[in-house]
Nanobody, 116 residues
Framework: QVQLVESGGGLVQPGGSLRLSCAASVSIGSIKTMGWYRQTPGKARELVASITNGGTTNYADSVKGRFTISRDNTKSTVYLQMNSLKPEDTAVYYC??????????WGQGTQVPVSS
């Protein structure tokens, strides 16, 4: 079992920045892929960004150039730096861990409203 705890969400104005953190209960060096997803009411959860054990990153087209995912293995924490936020980035953001056995674990989610 992998427990994930997100933090850093909150109200932000358009054009602003926010950094989300996801602390894992195990060493993330042992996890295949860590990722951030987001979901809005009535829509499916979508991938925002992911980072593999080897450091390879992947981003949704809608956030490329604005969001950056990173990991600190010493702290078992993954970060999502979000810059130039737009109202359409408003969502609940979820941290995900996919193990080498392809098990998926999710955090409880953190709300990010982008509004003036």
């Amino acid at each position: 079992q992998v427990q994930l705890v997100e933090s850093g969400g909150g109200l932000v104005q358009p054009g602003g920045s926010l950094r989300l953190s996801c602390a894992a209960s195990v060493s993330i060096g042992s996890i295949k892929t860590m990722g951030w997803y987001r979901q809005t009411p009535g829509k499916a959860r979508e991938l925002v960004a992911s980072i593999t054990n080897g450091g390879t990153t992947n981003y949704a087209d809608s956030v490329k150039g604005r969001f950056t995912i990173s990991r600190d293995n010493t702290k078992s924490t993954v970060y999502l730096q979000m810059n130039s936020l737009k109202p359409e980035d408003t969502a609940v953001y979820y941290c995900n861990a996919r193990t080498w056995y392809l098990d998926n674990f999710w955090g409880q989610g953190t709300q990010v409203p982008v509004s003036s």
